[in-house]
């Protein structure tokens, strides 16, 4: 077992037996339940992990992350099956699997993640402008952060594919002027984001559709998506690429994509695709601009890679989420709750190894006149960025 | 020819006949010198107009560059050969050949390019932080960028592959404390750039080396490369990979590539390379991360996209060299003179319409703890980005 992990700095255990994988200080101890756990976990570790943990067959002592960080670390130097995750990619997605995906992770039910989202429920990385904002700070500013990118102004119209619980569509609205049209599959979220919509004197310039993302239609003067594409699957990627080439003014427009990605094309791991969110998959930027940005004929205007803040994001969601499970707030059985601290964990694990990456990727129509002159306006100026003709 | 071009506001003379090809008034007026010209231009227009300008077969009033934006407009509505430019870019570089390249352009002499440069030699992209920097203030700016970008500090070592004549070198070494091990292949640029250390002093912490970037050794904590990425061509970008690969530290590591590039493949204007960059290909994004990044297993962790500051770089250089021709200080002959006018008018057209784009990527060893927090010291701290363990 200690061979199939590498020399990760945890301990193993079964009864009273123990090794140490590597060769310094363990920062978490694995515990195996029995010896047929065991034998099952030797033979597949990544794929059987997820479940034994769920299941109580694995117990970890110590520190959840920095065990899994450990162990991720040690697995990264064995090579992965590179051809498999093509593979799983090109797995068709149609909107009735899409749907279905959606409501399994989704529609767990708007109390679930109330318990552990901030108040505004962004499911989404954060920006922490500085390291001691609050949860509720960090989305706000990363609300922020994606508007002074695309420098909104009163009175322009936004798509937003993807759009949660609606936090952001009506934040632009509210802090911008702007009129939204945000899409989502989820009955759940777009019930919330209506009702907000209602109780914020905003319903008139912000229209919540549960359709599919392929169903937008009409014209924006800026495109943004943040956690979509994660869901869209790479052989879609040439639908979403009409999708915004015909959504998206020629002359004016600009968008934004924020997604989680890949530094090269990988699976995601198998048990958070079976268990939580089926069908994902985290692309490259290669894959997203040969995908989605040359057919739609767009330019790259800039990328921005927010690594840490997922796993600081990912933290608070974790500390949140333990918190209720201590009150007794969540109300699924012992294996749900073992899954979804697992998920957490792994996930920040991933982020703070660079398994995962988050990219925040602004474009605008190839050749379109438009674009910030410096991006010193995202950090000085009130509004954000100017998306002028260049004065030179 | 007028249905050749396309709709370009321009209007084209024979004699006293003439049209125009677009509705618009026209930009500029494309006199034929004689009928042959003109049904030689007819057949091919794009390939051949480089040479028929350089001849003085073909004169051009009025404004050139706005000319050629036009022309560039009206062509870009017609679809390009995607497979040529494959075909191009796959042509083998190999030491040699690379070598003849750098002397065709490099070479032509330092006193012609001390004519139109700045006064350090800087023939790459400027960095206008305001519009209304000289093109002196605005080549510092743009190595202050890069330096700031990568957060250089004093004690470092770096590498720099493609030095030009060294002034970026110089810049990080005196500004920023570090030490430099710079490659070039032009023997013109290499003895100018020696001469400069030297007479700066910092000889012994910038070492000037005459070889190719394939042989590129030891180890660095920042590798740079400033308008190079053009001419190693696709079929090197994994030598490129291996490079820095090998070279940069993986623990604390991060660099910069920075290179005119496409946002879709399509061959360099057959004209520029056959007279003016042999062997130069201006890759795209997810050409440069699936040869170089992917391979190399880096992690993207910023791109800018500077176009238009080439746009107006190009028009202070043509804008000197115009004075040059003026004041007679151009030796070489009147087809020399024309091709060089069209060289520096067309790039610049070429960055207005978006045909080309400049692209700054910071990327580190995929994994690696050292990133910055967030992006805006870059545009408010004393030095810049810090490269340090997030804190969260």
């Given at each position: 077992m200690a061979a199939r992990i590498g020399p990760a700095d945890v301990r193993l255990c079964l009864g009273t037996a123990s090794v140490n994988c590597g060769p310094g200080p363990a920062v978490a101890t694995i515990r195996f339940r029995d010896r047929r756990t065991l034998a099952v976990l030797s033979l597949d570790p990544v794929n059987r992990f997820g479940d034994a943990y769920s299941d109580g067959g694995v117990e970890v002592e110590g520190d959840l992350v920095a065990g899994l960080v450990s162990v991720n670390r040690a697995l990264a130097k064995k090579p992965g099956p590179h051809w498999l995750s093509k593979l799983r990619s090109l797995v068709p997605h149609t909107p009735l699997r899409d749907r279905k995906a959606v409501e399994h992770h989704y529609d767990l039910g708007n109390d679930f993640y109330r318990l552990w989202l901030d108040e505004q429920m962004l499911y989404t990385c954060a920006y922490f402008?500085?390291?001691?904002?609050s949860l509720e700070a960090a989305q706000a500013a990363k609300m922020e952060h994606v508007c002074r990118k695309l420098g909104l102004k009163p009175g322009e119209s936004v798509v937003e594919a993807g759009c949660g619980w609606g936090a952001l569509a009506l934040h632009m609205a509210r802090h911008h002027g702007v009129s939204v049209r945000a899409y989502n599959l989820s009955s759940e979220q777009i019930a919330w984001a209506r009702k907000e919509a209602q109780g914020q004197g905003l319903a008139s310039r912000v229209e919540f559709i549960q359709k599919d993302y392929r169903e937008i239609d009409g014209r924006c003067d800026a495109f943004v998506s943040v956690g979509m594409l994660e869901h869209v699957g790479l052989a879609n990627y040439g639908v979403l690429a009409d999708v915004i080439a015909r959504t998206l003014d020629r002359d004016r427009g600009r968008g934004l994509l924020h997604f989680i990605g890949r530094d090269w094309p990988e699976p995601l791991d198998s048990w958070i695709s079976r268990r939580i969110f089926p069908g994902a998959y985290p692309p490259t930027l290669d894959e997203t601009f040969r995908g989605v940005f040359v057919p739609a004929k767009l330019s790259v205007v800039d990328v921005e890679n927010l690594r840490p803040h997922y796993a600081l994001t990912l933290r608070h969601w974790r500390e949140r989420y333990e918190r209720a499970v201590e009150d007794g707030r969540v109300s699924f059985d012992e294996r749900f709750r073992r899954m979804w601290r697992l998920y957490l964990a792994g996930s920040e694990a991933a982020f703070r190894t660079g398994w995962l990456q988050l990219f925040q990727v602004v474009f605008a129509p190839s050749g379109s006149g438009g674009m910030p002159e410096t991006r010193a306006g995202l950090y000085d100026a009130p509004e954000g960025l100017t998306w002028n003709e260049p004065t030179f």
């Open positions: 402008d500085a390291p001691d904002r």
